[in-house]
């Protein structure tokens, strides 16, 4: 019999529809944050800009630095019928995995055109979970051409009717880090989105130490366990890196008592995968999927958004503070009525 910990009901909460923000607040550091402590449980509330007092001493923090994508594309068939398609991951140069919607019955070698013909693509092959292999034809770099008629892949809870050409580039701008670098993520690691280049600034004024690693945040991220037992969930894989002098840093931090702060569960399953490894290599995969109890070896602390019930990032999340604290933290938020997921406020946990 499984105890609560391993039970997926027992990460579920009632979430009234109007607490799911719908866009982003007015300016990145306007959010609230709920700072959860995890020696005692106490709760209590502040605002994101209060984060500098907030942090101890002699602390790293860890970012993410991966840079989403414009990875959702409109286009149509040589029919004239309209579709969607959403890029997921690389399989080689210009063939994606792509789920696409709206599209009735698409045919293997089909050609399919986005942009209003300024890119094309040969229907390879549907595969058995529904997605479609696209080898896209583009005499300029894909990425460039995304930039230019891509759209923000914004995940399924941020419902908009229709889109005009000034929201959707409000949804580039600040549907990504203001440290965004390294391109590859099709959904957000949105602890992030909070952060502003004078608030990074105040942090390196202070002393506060800042590395960075690359995590390319995959569909996969909102993608349900399926299973009661969660101990039997198969986590999707993402590429991560980092940098030899930053691998390096992370080896001596994990031997010191510096207080390590990781912005995002992106940012957990790099530091606590390269702990795994030994430090041992710069960049691979990871499917790494954390669920109470884990002993954390590299994390002593987590700036994080509000999760999705039953999901795999409210069961890390979980991990790190225990499961009851986390849903009377949650309890507390909606009462106050925080703003939930990727547009929403956050949790500082330490």
Not at 124 to 136: A, N, S, V
Not at 142 to 157: A, F, H, I, W
Request: with cysteine; proline share 6%.
């Amino acid at each position: 019999m499984c105890q609560p910990d391993w039970l997926l009901d027992s990460y579920d909460f009632d979430l009234p529809e109007d607490l799911i923000a719908q866009h982003p607040p007015q300016r990145r550091d306007a959010s609230r944050m709920l700072l959860l402590d995890r020696a005692s449980g106490q709760l209590h509330h502040h605002a994101f800009s209060d984060l500098l007092t907030l942090l101890p001493e002699d602390c790293t923090l860890v970012f993410n630095n991966t840079r989403v994508i414009p990875a959702r594309l409109l286009g149509k068939r040589r029919s004239g019928a309209r579709l969607e398609a959403l890029l997921l991951e690389e399989q080689a140069p210009n063939l994606w995995s792509v789920l696409v919607r709206k599209a009735g019955r698409i045919k293997q070698g089909e050609e399919l055109e986005f942009g209003e013909g300024r890119l094309l693509a040969v229907a390879r092959e549907r595969r058995d979970d529904g997605t479609w292999l696209l080898q896209f034809e583009t005499k300029e770099p894909l990425t460039e051409v995304l930039e230019d008629v891509g759209l923000p892949p914004l995940p399924p809870y941020i419902k908009r009717r229709e889109v005009s050409s000034a929201e959707a580039q409000h949804d580039r701008e600040r549907y990504q880090t203001c440290y965004a670098k390294e391109s590859g993520a099709v959904a957000a690691p949105t602890a992030g989105l909070h952060f502003t280049p004078e608030i990074l600034t105040a942090l390196d004024q202070r002393g506060i130490e800042r590395l960075e690693v690359t995590l390319h945040v995959g569909r996969g991220t909102f993608a349900p366990v399926q299973v009661e037992d969660v101990r039997k969930h198969s986590m999707h894989f993402e590429a991560f890196s980092v940098n030899p002098e930053t691998l390096e840093r992370l080896k001596e931090l994990s031997r010191s008592r510096n207080r390590l702060i990781a912005i995002g569960t992106t940012s957990v399953r790099v530091l606590e995968t390269l702990a795994q490894q030994g430090f041992r290599e710069c960049s691979g995969w990871t499917n790494l999927f954390l669920y109470p109890p884990y002993r954390f070896q590299m994390v002593d602390g987590l700036l994080t958004n509000f999760h999705l019930p039953k999901s795999t990032l409210l069961l890390l999340v979980s991990a790190l503070c225990g499961r009851a604290p986390l849903l009377n933290a949650y309890a507390e938020a909606i009462r106050e009525r925080y703003r939930f997921f990727s547009y929403g406020d956050c949790m500082l946990l330490l």
